[in-house]
């Protein structure tokens, strides 16, 4: 299962147009109409989230409906070599010991070691949604957790910042249209 050609089929069978996704979502028209057209390369977790809230979805269901229901089933939970004493929990806090090691974490979720290193030590914004769930799973979380952690911030536009939005959008598109009609003359 493709999950650029599922998040497609939704968002056409949604009922919202493009500029209405965007005023709900902040997410760009280019980039919800690169996802209609099937040419949007990785889905973020926050995209991720701000779709699930669009169309009312549980996470795991959104999950299931984009990846399939065997999508993660490869992912497989690293064992812990036992809890830290105080000197272990010392050099982990002050050297970065790993309580578990990198290699098994690349192992089991196939995320490459460099992108994993960027993703701990530079910025976890972008991280897509088919990562955070590997993570999740390896680690041993419940799917979700680690959304809810680091992306709680992450909520739909309030209706009068939509209307907002919707108007300036619609401005732009009509100004686009015009200078487009003006250059075919």
């Not at 926050?46 to 669009?54: A, G, N, R």
């Not at 999508?71 to 309580?99: C, H, N, P, W």
């Not at 991280?127 to 952690?149: F, V």
Request: proline content about 1%.
């Amino acid at each position: 299962m493709n999950w650029e050609i599922e998040l497609s089929k939704l968002i056409e069978r949604s009922g919202y147009s493009h500029i209405e996704i965007y005023a709900r979502t902040n997410i760009p028209v280019a980039t919800i109409s690169n996802i209609s057209n099937t040419k949007h390369k990785y889905l973020t977790c926050e995209q991720f989230i701000l779709f699930k809230l669009l169309f009312e979805e549980t996470h795991h269901g959104l999950l299931n409906k984009l990846f399939g229901k065997d999508a993660f089933s490869k992912v497989k939970t690293i064992e812990k070599y036992g809890e830290l004493t105080k000197m272990g929990l010392y050099f982990r806090d002050k050297y970065q010991y790993e309580v578990f090691p990198k290699k098994k974490l690349v192992d089991s979720t196939d995320i490459k070691s460099s992108r994993i290193d960027y993703l701990f030590t530079n910025s976890f914004e972008n991280i897509r949604i088919d990562e955070i769930t590997k993570l999740e799973l390896a680690s041993g979380e419940k799917i979700g957790t680690l959304s809810k952690l680091f992306f709680s911030h992450v909520q739909l536009n309030c209706e009068k910042e939509y209307e907002r939005l919707l108007r300036e959008q619609r401005k732009k598109n009509i100004e686009a249209n015009e200078r487009r009609k003006k250059t075919e003359k």
